[in-house]
């Protein structure tokens, strides 16, 4: 597909990579000649530079020829004119924009026809949604959730007193009381997909997958506490904060925000007048202590600084926080954060670059694209949910009758009316949904392709 891309910040950058990755025909459009001269040192990029909302720059592109427009500039006004623009120029064309300021949030969904908008991103929003499903289900570091919410993948990390320490994959069975499959391990930066003969160790970061019901006595087996947040404590008081203050007081949740601009201060006092807002320095320890850090039930940090997020999370986790979640900008460094005690890691930018790539996905396939698709293991897997359609191939077959591609496993089928645990003797029937979960190198676009020839 001929795709252009206009913003080469970190929403763009990072979609630039998977999209290029996946074979795409990629056009970026930023005013920074040094943002350009950047990607295009990564990736075989086609570069123009200027305003991605001019129509002589968006012909200089090849709008007229591409199949989609992806507007992630810093600026909603230029993302919408972009895509209005570019679709005005050829109607054929999807557009994608992202939109961050919360005032624009219900136009843009209910005038996306007006705006020529097929998609509406707002990378805010969805890692407040996502910092919300975590406080609100409390025991993993991540959860993703597939079929309907019939399958859930969780992380979760072996550490000394863990009863799943120096386990082999085969007896798993005898410490899991319940139907639940390990179905990626992240060890010292390499993503593995285990089979019987892998051993769990100290530090592994695990993903498991089994349905809500069985999740929760995964965690009473493990001996973690699951009591959820009634008071959080959030540092930083930008836009996902008042997007996560939003959901978190529709459960009934104490929030409590500090920001060291007293102009914002001011304002989400204005927005959010059932949240207590401090105005202060989260950097400090004995502010933080003032504020009642120790009696919080849950840290979030977000403030725009990674570094001092990182080192908030970890005072946090010396005074007992039951529940900490870090929001990072750019999590390149991954093998770092892998061993750093910092709760949940949430990036805004890989949440909405993960939506847009599953639009490409089904956009170049519709039919037999991946209706879910999350990354795991810090971006090195992913898992993916499908729909069995009637030229899907094996149906009917059992899972040991068949093989599927190195580094590819069928974790979860969901029937009508019941979830099960994919083991050999499990088979799946046309409208079932499959979760897929794979570390594969080979691009895995429909169902079909998991399959070996």
């Known amino acids: 597909m001929r795709i252009l891309v206009a913003g ?51 012909e200089e592109a090849g709008v007229m020829n591409a199949d989609l427009m992806i507007a992630a500039t810093d600026t909603d006004e230029v993302n919408l004119l972009s895509c209005m623009t570019a679709h005005g120029l050829n109607p054929e064309l999807h557009t994608i924009g992202r939109i961050r300021n919360p005032e624009y949030r219900r136009q843009a969904y209910e005038m996306r026809d007006v705006f ?43 550490d000394a007193n863990s009863p799943l320490k120096n386990v082999s994959m085969r007896n798993l069975s005898s410490i899991i009381h319940g139907h639940a499959l390990i179905c990626a391990v992240l060890r010292d930066g390499k993503c593995v997909i285990p089979d019987g003969t892998f051993t769990l160790k100290e530090g592994d970061l695990i993903f498991a997958t089994a349905s809500p019901n069985n999740l ?23 836009r996902i904060s008042y997007y996560l203050v939003r959901e978190l007081e529709k459960s009934g949740m104490d929030c409590t925000i500090i920001e060291s601009r007293s102009d914002r201060c001011h304002w989400l006092a204005e927005e959010l007048p059932n949240a207590t807002i401090i105005e202060g320095d989260a950097s400090s320890q004995d502010f933080l202590d003032s504020v009642g850090l120790g009696d919080s039930d849950a840290l979030v940090t977000m403030t725009g600084l990674d570094e001092l997020n990182i ?13 900490v979640v870090t929001k990072i900008s750019h999590a390149e460094n991954n093998k770092i954060l892998d061993a750093m005690s910092i709760g949940s890691v949430i990036s805004p930018k890989e949440l909405a670059s993960n939506l847009i790539v599953r639009y490409v996905r089904a956009m170049q396939n519709k039919q037999g694209a991946a209706v879910a698709m999350h990354t795991i293991a810090n971006g090195r897997a992913e898992a993916m949910e499908f729909i069995v359609e009637k030229d899907t191939k094996h149906i009917g077959q059992r899972l040991r009758d068949f093989k599927t591609k190195k580094n590819v496993l069928i ?40 399959f070996e020839e």
């Not at 080192?311 to 529940?323: G, K």
């Not at 969901?414 to 499959?434: P, Q």
């Open 8 to 58: 080469g910040g970190k929403i763009g950058s990072t979609l630039i990579g998977q999209l290029s990755a996946e074979g795409h025909e990629i056009t970026v459009i930023d005013k920074s000649t040094e943002v350009l001269e950047k990607i295009m040192e990564h990736y075989d990029v086609i570069a123009v530079a200027g305003n991605s909302a001019s129509m002589g720059i968006l």
């Open 116 to 158: 020529a908008l097929n998609m509406v991103i707002n990378p805010e929003r969805e890692a407040a949604q996502e910092i919300a499903r975590l406080l609100k289900f409390p025991g993993f570091l991540k959860i993703d959730t597939f079929a309907k919410g019939n399958v859930e993948i969780v992380e979760l990390r072996i």
């Open 216 to 238: 929760s006595a995964l965690l009473k087996t493990l001996g973690i506490i699951t009591r959820k947040a009634k008071r959080v404590l959030i540092a930083g008081g930008g």
């Open 311 to 323: 080192v908030i999370s970890l005072y946090a986790n010396t005074r007992n926080v039951s529940q």
């Open 411 to 450: 974790a979860a089928i969901a029937h009508a009316g019941y979830t099960v645990i994919a083991n050999g003797n499990e088979s799946f029937e046309e409208g079932d949904s499959i979760v897929v979960v794979t570390n594969s190198n080979d691009s895995i676009r429909t169902l079909n392709d998991i």
